[in-house]
């Protein structure tokens, strides 16, 4: 199972981007992805969960700028970031609970990150 984030690149301030990760390999189902957010030397931060009924849940730091949706059809998970700012630069991750076989656990995985650069 592999997680492939893309989207990032260079914005200018109050701009907009849109970050897309696809979930590949064998599993059943995806019940929650999320996207964090992590900067030079700081803790890896959370930015906002989506489950697979579409229910989305944000930092306060991005809430009525930031929305998370998903293409289920192609177990994709997306990112649409508005008025960006530039303490938005970051690298952002995405991470999801996969379930491999129906009646297993789900395991937690890690995309590799996109970077974001906001210019102010």
């Known amino acids: 199972v592999q997680l492939q984030a893309s989207g990032g690149g260079l914005v200018q301030a109050g701009g907009s981007l849109r970050l897309s990760c696809a979930a590949s390999?064998?599993?059943?189902?995806?019940?929650?992805m999320r996207w964090y957010r992590q900067g030079p030397g700081d803790q890896r931060e959370w930015v906002a969960t989506s489950s697979n009924s579409g229910t989305g849940l944000y930092a306060d730091s991005v809430k009525g700028r930031f929305t998370i949706s998903r293409d289920n059809t192609k177990n994709t998970v997306f990112l649409q970031m508005g008025s960006l700012k530039a303490e938005n630069t970051d690298v952002y991750y995405c991470?999801?609970?996969?379930?491999?076989?129906?009646?297993?656990?789900?395991?937690?995985?890690w995309g590799q990150g996109t970077l974001v650069t906001v210019s102010s």
């Open positions: 991470n999801a609970d996969i379930m491999r076989r129906w009646g297993d656990s789900t395991r937690n995985y």
């Open positions: 390999g064998s599993f059943v189902d995806i019940p929650v």
